[in-house]
């Protein structure tokens, strides 16, 4: 079965970096587009993050964070990461990963909190 396992996160000071890893199983990674979501608190929508395409360089990324993180994956290790560089406040969410398109399941995020 589909299996997604984020890792990474933490407490950083504000222009902080974290690199986020999404370990997956259960499907054919290379075939699949790739999305990092993030959700700013309990009970909101997760919002969406970046794009790595199956078509590889392409990349896709919310204008919030553009110049800012890099979506890349690794097809022999099955796993895609998002490199998150001048880490702001309002960065402080839960991440997910997910296959593009598909609604679940999801795994368990990785908390990320930039604070002073």
């Known amino acids: 079965q589909v299996q997604l396992v984020e890792s990474g996160g933490g407490v950083v000071q504000p222009g902080g970096s974290l690199r986020l890893s999404c370990a997956t199983s259960g499907f054919n990674f290379s075939a699949v587009s790739m999305d990092w979501f993030r959700r700013m608190a309990p009970g909101k929508d997760r919002e969406w993050v970046a794009q790595s395409s199956r078509f590889e360089p392409m990349t896709f990324y919310t204008d919030s964070v553009k110049g800012r993180f890099t979506i890349s994956r690794d097809n022999a290790k099955n796993t895609v990461y998002l490199q998150m560089d001048n880490l702001k406040p309002e960065d402080t969410a839960t991440y997910f990963c997910?296959?593009?398109?598909?609604?679940?399941?999801w795994g368990q995020g990785t908390q990320v909190t930039v604070s002073s």
């Open positions: 997910q296959r593009a398109t598909a609604s679940g399941p």
